[in-house]
């Protein structure tokens, strides 16, 4: 048996949201009601993310106050930069950034901002690629990227452009490693509709913001919306998952081709990976996969990509 070193490797799962906004920049709440609202709604740690432009007076949160025994913070923030293919500013995600982090000059790019922000010792993000409309060269250009956000929930209820999974699939075909989060991009406007809607699982043995930053770089973390993945083995050709009850669970690859166990409230599957290769046309055999875990309303929850050739 294979098990997937997340879930095997010491340390807890710690609730975080890595992508929320304040009344530093375009948010409604102060910085200390929105660390308030997330320590209210049982998470373990936050990122304060607002938007470092000049409008905003190129904001870098000092939420090292907010932290307490049970919840702690990373330093963060939302970085923009010309242009996109689209010709709009990049949203690159910037966690674990320096507070004295310099402003943008006006000839840097995106990708030499995300550089820059990993030089300096961040996790780096491609936040909302469907919202941003990014093109698979967009996204190859963010060469010092760490993840793409794959469910953004903002972008997801204000204008259904809320998953990224189009832009990772296809740098993950193209061999970019790269992982896959979840968050809420909250602005705590229209009633809170935008907030709790999407997070990552971290896996570390203790709240230490150096901790959950270097295993947000490692990719020891899953996604979710609500269900919890307790385990994700490989054996030979099989594929088990253990997880609070669902009624759908799938995995994926860099194809068209995917297997599925459904039911109601089931917590494991054992799949057969074969699926995958087998159907009216040859199809040739994807080095990644990928695990969805579906509930009874819809939520889900997502591993990270997992390269058969690291097992």
Not at 56 to 68: G, I, K, L, Y
Not at 125 to 140: F, K, R, V
Not at 210 to 238: F, M, N, R, T, W
Request: one cysteine or more; charged letters at 20%; hydrophobic letters at 35%.
């Amino acid at each position: 048996m294979s098990e997937l070193p997340l879930f095997s490797k010491p340390g807890r799962f710690w609730r975080g949201k890595i992508h929320t906004h304040s009344t530093l920049s375009d948010g409604r709440l102060s910085p200390v009601e929105v660390t308030d609202a997330y320590k209210t709604a049982g998470y373990d740690f936050m990122v304060l993310s607002d938007h470092f432009v000049e409008v905003f007076n190129w904001p870098v949160a000092d939420t090292t106050s907010m932290r307490t025994e049970n919840f702690t913070t990373l330093i963060g923030a939302e970085l923009h930069a010309p242009v996109t293919s689209v010709g709009e500013l990049w949203h690159i995600l910037g966690v674990g950034l320096p507070l004295d982090f310099k402003k943008c000059s006006p000839q840097e790019t995106g990708p030499q901002l995300a550089k820059r922000a990993a030089d300096a010792g961040a996790f780096v993000g491609i936040a909302h690629p469907s919202w941003s409309q990014l093109t698979i060269e967009d996204g190859h250009s963010i060469e010092a990227a760490h993840a793409v956000e794959i469910y953004n929930h903002g972008c997801g209820v204000q204008n259904d452009r809320g998953e990224g999974f189009y832009l990772l699939d296809q740098m993950l075909n193209d061999g970019k490693r790269l992982s896959a989060f979840a968050t809420d991009d909250a602005h705590f406007h229209e009633h809170d509709s935008d907030a709790f809607g999407g997070w990552v699982q971290v896996k570390c043995d203790s709240l230490d913001p150096d901790q959950l930053l270097a295993s947000l770089k490692a990719g020891d973390y899953y996604s979710s919306q609500g269900p919890q993945i307790h385990s994700v083995s490989i054996v030979d050709k099989e594929l088990k998952v253990e997880c609070s009850p669902v009624d759908t669970i799938v995995v994926a690859g860099g194809t068209s081709r995917s297997a599925m166990q459904t039911g109601r409230s089931i917590s494991s599957a054992s799949i057969d990976l074969n699926l995958l290769e087998k159907g009216f046309a040859p199809i040739k055999k994807s080095p990644w996969l990928r695990v969805t875990v579906v509930d009874s309303s819809g939520k889900r929850a997502w591993t990270n990509p997992i390269w058969l050739d690291e097992l």
